[in-house]
């Protein structure tokens, strides 16, 4: 039985690998100047200009990739970016999703900033925008200091059911990402 889980586990690591080498060829055909900028980004991905949620949202991921923060994806940052996305483990994901939540980069989440990516996601779990950032802040704000750190956003998700499958959005982007990098194969 184990022996079985590890070929899978290996069949699987071998599929992600093809598929970055794969969206690492995209890459280089794609921005052969090595610089990858954020219309060019929207493009690989199919982003229409019309879709204001969907450019808000690729927006965001694109900024949480921008190490250097420099308005460009150079090929290393592309390549991290897609690391984490098909291979990364639960912890530097919940790492990502909280930095895409943290849009002023300040290492804390306020209400605003949950209120705003709750939008920009969209949700299919029955509650308003406004009902899913309470709910956030009653399990995940430890100290109701009206603020959620990195380590309670972690602590919290990892406990919390019904928050994790919130984040599988952003936890669990690599179907989306495979998803469209399909459509210029």
């Known amino acids: 039985m184990q022996l079985d889980t590890r070929k899978q586990e290996k069949s699987s690591s071998d599929g992600n690998l093809a598929q970055i080498q794969e969206m690492c060829v995209i890459f280089l055909r794609e921005c052969p100047s090595g610089a990858l900028h954020l219309h060019e980004f929207k493009r690989m991905?199919?982003?229409?200009?019309?879709?204001?949620?969907?450019?808000l949202f690729l927006e965001t991921i694109f900024r949480s990739f921008d190490t250097n923060q420099d308005n460009t994806l150079d090929f290393i940052e592309y390549v991290a970016a897609l690391n984490l996305i098909l291979?990364?483990?639960?912890?530097d994901r919940l790492k990502w999703s909280f930095k895409m939540y943290d849009r002023d980069g300040n290492g804390k989440l306020d209400r605003k900033e949950v209120l705003h990516k709750i939008k920009l996601q969209g949700s299919e779990v029955g509650l308003t925008p406004s009902e899913i950032c309470d709910r956030i802040f009653e399990r995940v704000d430890d100290n109701n200091d009206g603020e959620?750190?990195?380590?309670?956003f972690m602590e919290g998700a990892q406990k919390d059911d019904w928050l994790m499958d919130l984040l599988n959005l952003d936890i669990n982007t690599s179907g989306w990402v495979i998803r469209n990098c399909r459509k210029l194969c």
């Open 87 to 91: 291979r990364g483990n639960l912890e």
């Open 148 to 152: 959620i750190t990195l380590s309670e």
């Open 45 to 55: 991905f199919g982003v229409q200009s019309s879709s204001r949620e969907e450019s």
